[in-house]
């Protein structure tokens, strides 16, 4: 007897590229957005604009999605504002590594003790850790959130806590969990 396995389809769509704050982003088109499989963080690997990325697809806090366009694929893609972006994503279970901000980074080899805890969680699991300790713009906060996480850790915790994984948590680009720009 065969089963038949489940092979993610790929999302197909174009969209403008966006600058806020700075920084530009490509939001998903709703139907795009509603394909894929979680309204939270979605790891996918693909094309944007023939460039091949794998990458962690970002809720808006309005059942939606973005990309981050980084510095590396900004400059492969040549794009200005408002160009025009193929894209081609299939989600996948397979997370790239997160980077790991500096002032956790130090937290952690300070806690040695913590060395294979964090290899040991899953990439899903540090993306959540470094999402929830950035998701703040105030530096005592970020503070208070690196001890917790180290703390959490030692005691066992592999998540970090009920925040809401549908929210946009990028300081820079949200407002009260929500992408900014959307009404």
């Known amino acids: ?18 600058i806020i704050n700075s920084r530009p982003i490509l939001r998903l088109p709703a139907d795009a957005s509603a394909d894929l499989p979680s309204r939270g963080q979605v790891a996918a690997h693909g094309q944007v604009g023939g460039v091949d990325v794998t990458t962690v697809v970002e809720p808006d806090g309005m059942r939606g999605h973005w990309i981050n366009v980084t510095d590396e694929l900004s400059a492969k893609l040549g794009a200005d504002h408002a160009d025009t972006v193929d894209v081609s994503l299939t989600p996948t279970k397979e997370w790239p590594e997160t980077s ?20 040991g969680l899953t990439p899903m699991a540090r993306w959540e850790w470094v999402r929830w300790i950035q998701a703040t713009k105030n530096a005592d906060t970020r503070a208070r959130r690196v001890e917790v996480a180290i703390s ?3 005691s066992g915790k592999r998540r970090p806590c009920c925040f809401d994984l549908s929210s946009c948590t990028d ?13």
Do not use: C, H, Y
């Not at 489940?6 to 590229?17: G, K, R």
């Not at 790991?100 to 290899?119: G, K, N, R, S, Y």
């Open 100 to 119: 790991i901000p500096a002032d956790f980074a130090a937290a952690l080899v300070d806690a040695a003790d913590l060395t294979e805890v964090w290899a």
């Open 152 to 154: 959490k850790l030692e």
């Open 171 to 183: 300081p820079e680009l949200a407002k009260s969990g929500k992408l900014l720009g959307i009404s």
């Open 1 to 18: 007897m065969s089963t038949k396995r489940n092979t993610p389809t790929a999302i197909t769509f174009s969209t403008q590229l966006e």
